[in-house]
């Protein structure tokens, strides 16, 4: 766990101290004023002040703006009890006590003692400094100094042996990640294995990968694995309001670094601050995010190498880093930390098992299977939605069915039987979901179907087709990307065949479609009109491009023209495919539609039954199937 900062309990302490005494000198005040200022003088209405000057019992009077002060006279005439009234607008008063031979004279403005001068100078600035203190702290992230804290670094720090919590063995799927840093390690436990021989360790590892796939978990295990003190800092916490404290706090996490060594210095999200200067404009070098840029850069190429300060840092965009970060000396090896493979996967959710009681049926062999292109932080949530979903249903263990109907989760969206269907959408989306499957069986390269259902799922799928590879796929030939868009098209051709019409429900279908036929013909090359040439501009971010459309490099209107005419046939062609396959299995089409419009959802061996059925299209069929 992180080191305890004190100065937050400190800082509160020292305002309620500070509270607690003012609280006490007004209290003392209030007590000793009878015997510093004297008793107290008697009021009286105006009216009876007035009466009593006309009937001469008044020997003399203070006249003041707030109050009028007098003395009566005694039974022998002589000065006797004081009173005060509060006066009125009286232009009469001063010819009234002059008739009656009152002595008058003006109040004048009191000088104070030296108590209430001191009162006066030192308790509004105590109560000032407390207040601004208070604020201040709670502004700038505390800190025993206050103000000056903003330049202080925000950097967690786990001591010796707290890090140890997180080792390499609570670490997998990414065991290539793991074996390059165990050389980290090692330095860390033992330089002088590298010094005396005149070997330089790296001064700073990127680990590169997707989101979720463990790059910070991987840090931690490096120093738990080397027990030494561990800062972690993230990449936004560097930027501030202020100029220049971005820069001061690299300096002092460094200076930090330095005084605790050997040690590791973790920042995560490093784009945030990494960013190349090339994208900063005309108006951009002297911003907050470059100075705070050009000083880490400083502190890594200035300090020595083999003091024990190791510098781990976290991405998921490295294409944006600025190339000096990646430059040999600072930042000199990188390792990617990429998405599990299968036995990869079946470690992770061997880990996070052990936290939740397992019934008998499960066989975390088939899920991992059936997780193709989870992350690590994926699978952890797998796990729990299935634990989740088994304490929801009053289960005792985790079965196969919640994990089942947790990846449907994730992949599809939550269920929503509350939304209310008519019946002639329902036979459209039963159409439309069985024309994908049928489709997609006769596919070379096809994903296992595992399920057709026509219960609604998530924001806007009305029905779903669920397919599950069998196995980890890194290349696909020109024919598998062909029969990927005509199962993609299946939906609409089954509506066009029984219904003769089409409906909206193929719109993300028919996008997708397209995107990957463009792709097809502008970056894999796979069009004999255009011949193997990359029309895509530029590289897509590597790790979040998640298929999104490609923008096209600078040509001439006839290839322009060429390019949409090769996609819109590669979609034709589908198409056509498409409705050759459905056509020819129309007796099957229907009543695999007719059952699900019963029963909703076929998975499991039954489909598989039905979806053997479909017959291929043989070329001398297809003319008589065209007709």
Not at 14 to 20: D, K, S, T, Y
Not at 159 to 166: I, R
Not at 291 to 316: R, S, W, Y
Request: net charge negative.
């Amino acid at each position: 766990m992180p080191i305890k900062n004190d100065s937050g309990p400190s800082r509160a302490r020292l305002i309620g101290n500070i509270l607690f005494l003012v609280a006490g000198l007004f209290l003392l005040i209030n007590l000793l004023s009878p015997l510093l200022f004297g008793p107290s003088i008697p009021k009286v209405p105006y009216s009876m002040f007035i009466h009593q000057v006309r009937d001469e019992e008044v020997a003399r009077a203070s006249v003041g703006q707030d109050q009028i002060r007098y003395q009566l006279k005694d039974e022998v005439g002589q000065p006797g009890q004081i009173l005060s009234t509060t006066p009125i607008f009286d232009l009469e008063l001063p010819r009234l006590l002059e008739e009656k031979g009152v002595e008058f004279a003006a109040i004048p403005r009191p000088k104070g003692n030296w108590f209430t001068n001191i009162l006066g100078w030192v308790i509004p600035p105590i109560i000032f400094v407390a207040v601004w203190q208070f604020f201040i702290g709670r502004g700038m992230g505390g800190g025993p100094q206050g103000a000056l804290s903003i330049t202080k670094s925000k950097a967690k720090i786990y001591v010796e042996g707290e890090a140890a919590k997180v080792t390499f063995a609570d670490v997998a799927g990414v065991e290539e990640a793991k074996a390059e840093l165990v050389e980290v390690v090692d330095f860390l436990k033992s330089p002088q294995r590298f010094t005396q021989i005149g070997a330089r360790i790296p001064r700073g590892v990127l680990l590169v990968g997707p989101p979720g796939t463990g790059k910070t978990l991987l840090a931690k295990a490096v120093a738990g694995e080397a027990g030494v003190t561990f800062f972690s800092i993230a990449g936004s916490e560097f930027v501030e309001l202020f100029v220049g404290a971005g820069a001061a706090r690299v300096r002092d996490l460094f200076e930090q670094a330095k005084k605790h060594a050997p040690c590791i210095v973790f920042i995560d999200e490093l784009d945030a601050i990494g960013k190349s200067r090339a994208t900063a404009g005309f108006y951009g070098g002297g911003d907050e995010r470059e100075q705070t840029l050009n000083q880490l850069l400083t502190e890594m190429d200035g300090f020595d190498p083999n003091i024990g300060v190791i510098v781990l840092a976290a991405t998921n965009r490295p294409e944006t880093l600025d190339p000096a970060l990646l430059r040999p000396g600072r930042f000199d090896r990188q390792v990617l930390v990429d998405r599990p493979d299968l036995s990869g996967r079946r470690a992770i959710l061997d880990i996070y098992a052990q936290k939740v009681k397992l019934a008998e049926d499960v066989d975390l062999e088939a899920l991992a299977a059936r997780t193709p292109g989870f992350s690590g932080a994926d699978l952890e949530n797998l796990v729990n939605e299935a634990a989740l979903l088994a304490a929801r249903n009053n289960r005792q263990a985790v079965a196969q069915e919640d994990f089942g109907e947790a990846i449907e989760r994730v992949v599809a969206g939550l269920e929503k039987k509350s939304r209310a269907l008519s019946d002639k959408e329902k036979t459209v989306v039963a159409y439309h979901e069985v024309g994908h499957a049928m489709v997609g069986v006769l596919m070379p390269g096809s994903d296992r179907i595992e399920k057709i259902s026509i219960i609604p799922r998530g924001m806007a799928a009305l029905g779903y087709t669920l397919q599950l590879p069998t196995e980890d796929r890194f290349l696909l030939n020109e024919a598998e990307l062909r029969g990927q868009i005509a199962t993609m098209l299946g939906g609409r051709a089954a509506e066009e065949i029984v219904f003769d019409t089409v409906t909206t429900g193929a719109s993300n279908d028919l996008q997708r479609a397209t995107d990957l036929a463009e792709r097809m013909v502008t970056t894999y090359g796979m069009s004999k009109v255009l011949g193997p040439l990359a029309y895509q501009q530029g590289q897509q971010p590597r790790f979040l491009e998640n298929g999104a459309p490609n923008p096209r490099r600078m040509v001439s209107e006839l290839t322009a023209e060429a390019i949409d005419k090769e996609v819109k046939d590669i979609v034709e062609t589908a198409h056509h495919q498409a409705l050759d396959i459905l056509k020819y299995n129309r007796d099957l089409l229907d009543a695999i539609a007719t059952q699900i419009l019963k029963i909703e959802v076929i998975e499991g061996e039954e489909l598989q039954g039905l979806l053997n059925q479909v017959k291929p299209v043989m070329d001398s069929e297809k003319i008589h199937v065209a007709v």
